[in-house]
């Protein structure tokens, strides 16, 4: 690895660190004030996405589409490592209860639907602190491709 790709993978996981507990901040306050707008969640994210792209773009000589797309799908699995553990931590200690009461409600609903899966042993693993956090990982990873994807279009330095 070239030392300007580390210097890349560092300023991606800093700003991914920043991103991840920014957002975490805003997640966990949305909680204690008993208010939630997704819609914050997301601007804050893409936001942050353009903007350490760019900082990172002004810094170097060549950042094309490629790199710039790199560097925000780093960025994202970053951040979202950070919105793993904070997860986690919701699930496992902060709200538990909240939690399941709203995995049970999900059971429900599935059963009106002639959907039992409260008997269906493949829906356990769900249940678990660790599956969330890593499938929230893997999504944050996906979604940080489609929404690099895009913001790279922008940022791109030819």
Do not use: W
Not at 3 to 32: P, V, W
Not at 82 to 101: F, N, S
């Amino acid at each position: 690895m070239s030392e300007k790709n580390d210097n890349r993978t560092k300023r991606a996981a800093r700003g991914g660190l920043t991103l991840g507990c920014t957002l975490s901040a805003i997640n966990l306050l949305q909680y204690l004030l008993n208010m939630r707008m997704g819609f914050l969640d997301i601007a804050v994210y893409i936001f942050g996405i353009v903007y350490f792209t760019l900082r990172c773009r002004d810094e170097s000589n060549i950042f094309g589409y490629q790199k710039s797309l790199v560097f925000g799908i780093q960025l994202s699995i970053f951040t979202y490592i950070i919105l793993g553990l904070y997860t986690y931590i919701y699930v496992e200690y902060i709200d538990p209860v909240g939690y399941h009461a709203t995995f049970n409600e999900m059971l429900n609903l599935m059963k009106e639907y002639g959907l039992d899966a409260a008997n269906n042993k493949e829906i356990a693993p769900v249940r678990n602190p660790i599956f969330i956090t890593l499938s929230y990982i893997i999504t944050g990873a996906f979604i940080g491709l489609i929404v690099s994807s895009i913001t790279s279009i922008f940022t791109r330095k030819n």
